[in-house]
Nanobody, 115 residues
């Protein structure tokens, strides 16, 4: 059974940092491309950042220079380091795993940026 379990969400003040983690099980983690997406009510889910099995990364323009995605294949975990958080970063953040036609999602973790 495939599971993606996110953690690390919460309430943070504007300008503050937060690190999200996603622990994967039931997949050969090292071959999967991993990603972070986010969604606010009434809007489409949007891509935040991705990292391939080989470690190549990409991220949305809106978070470039502030967010960093990384992975630890030994721990089956992908991370999203978020710095300089803004109120518009408030959303539910979802972990995603993809390989060929297999795509899996986590249950999401809430990130709220507010003073």
């Amino acid at each position: 059974q495939v599971q993606l379990v996110e953690s690390g969400g919460g309430l943070v003040q504007p300008g503050g940092p937060l690190r999200l983690s996603c622990l994967a099980s039931g997949i050969v983690f090292r071959v999967y491309s991993m990603g972070w997406y986010r969604q606010v009510p009434g809007k489409q889910r949007e891509l935040v950042a991705t990292i391939t099995g080989g470690g190549s990364t990409s991220c949305a323009d809106s978070v470039k220079g502030r967010f960093t995605i990384s992975r630890d294949n030994a721990k089956n975990t992908v991370y999203l380091q978020m710095n300089g958080l803004k109120p518009e970063d408030t959303a539910i953040y979802y972990c995603n795993a993809g390989f060929v036609r297999s795509i899996y999602w986590g249950q999401g973790t809430q990130v709220t940026v507010s003073s």
